[in-house]
């Protein structure tokens, strides 16, 4: 997929997430399922944070050693080459860096939002440059380039669309 087509469907998914903020009470959007699951507010502090983790290693692709015997995983190759993150829980060990917390505010989690948007804008004229040998190891996929962390930020989103229908489910039934 092309740097101008990752950044259009990033687009839309981040416009869907910003319009969705007001469809739920501040209750409703902090509701946990369990005490194991994440609220919406949780999911969406997830999605914003690890997308900027996620532009962080992108950037450090910019002064990474070149070097083609860096691979991906076997779960690496096949997401990237279907282009989207298997519809699987993933689990994450429990620390400070993977638990998400409760938002503050709406408007804290737009302003979030607009800056992850407005850093992957900025951003997206460069990727074509960095060399695809330059790469940082992400924990499931092994090895991976700029352009593919760039196109991991979309699959993320994307992959939590799911769990955001079934959180929407859940505060449906809640509601009524």
Known sequence: ??????LEKYEALAGYYMDELDKY???S?????????????????????????Q?????????????????????????????????????????????????RSREELRQKLEQLSAQ???IA?????????????HPYFGYINAQEWYHHIVMHFAHHLRQKKRLDEFIAAHDA
């Not at 076997?74 to 938002?103: L, N």
């Open 29 to 53: 959007f902090t509701l946990k399922p369990s005490a194991t699951e994440w609220s919406l507010g949780e999911m969406y502090n997830h999605l914003i944070e690890t997308g900027f983790l």
């Open 125 to 137: 004229p460069s990727i074509d440059s960095i060399s695809p040998d330059r790469k940082v190891k």
């Open 55 to 103: 532009l962080a290693s992108l950037q450090a692709c910019t002064t990474a050693p070149e070097n083609r015997k860096l691979k991906k995983t076997w779960v690496g190759k096949w997401v990237y080459m279907t282009g989207a993150i298997p519809p699987i829980k993933a689990k994450v060990p429990p620390s400070a860096e993977h638990t998400s917390q409760q938002p």
């Open 120 to 122: 992957m804008k900025a």
């Open 25 to 27: 009470s501040w209750e």
């Open 1 to 6: 997929m092309e740097t101008k087509e990752i």
